[in-house]
């Protein structure tokens, strides 16, 4: 009997020993990509006037992200109707700040709209706005180098649609994830 019972601890040990090891190792490690978005961040009203005040054009990109499988996105369009520049620039400023807390996202690979507000045509940019299409779904707003979280878990999607609509740009969104190619 005391033969089976020294047999069997060791497996027992084993057993309780190397699920707590594995758990400790996946608590300490690094992920390879952020998994979470934080807030609190700035709040935006110091960038709204910036923006809708002394942009005179706007420049929308299209990124397809990083698992695109090939495909191409249009090519920039640069809108400098004062009217639309305006709608745009509101849209964006307008949004509340992102929401305090983490929020576990799912994938994000950099699908987006890319803006740019400038001055000037060819002139530097006083602010960017990536509206993310996947992942947390929310708009980065980085006005004089401050940047600033934006709306809420998956509010960039239907704000990129009335973006476009407001640009007159006829562009179709992608979907939120690429079939297999």
Request: charged share 15%; aromatic share 4%.
């Amino acid at each position: 009997m005391t033969g089976s019972v020294r047999q069997s601890v060791p497996l027992l040990l084993a057993a309780v020993v190397a699920p707590a090891l594995a758990l400790t190792a996946c608590t300490s490690a690094v992920p390879a990509r952020p998994v979470a978005r934080t807030s609190p961040q700035p709040t935006v009203a110091s960038a709204d006037p910036v923006i809708s005040g002394a942009a005179r054009q706007v420049t929308l990109g299209m990124n397809y992200g990083a698992n695109a499988h090939g495909r191409k996105p249009p090519a920039p369009v640069t809108v400098t109707d004062p009217a639309k520049v305006s709608a745009i620039a509101g849209l964006v400023a307008d949004q509340p700040p992102w929401p305090p807390g983490t929020y576990n996202c799912p994938m994000a690979d950099g699908m987006a709209i890319d803006i740019a507000f400038r001055a000037r045509p060819g002139g530097p940019a006083l602010a960017t706005a990536v509206l993310d299409l996947n992942g947390c779904g929310g708009t980065d707003l980085t006005v004089g180098g401050k940047d600033y979280g934006l709306g809420h878990p998956d509010s960039a999607r239907p704000l990129a649609a009335k973006v476009l609509k407001a640009a007159d740009i006829p562009w179709k969104l992608p979907p939120p994830y690429w079939p297999p190619a």
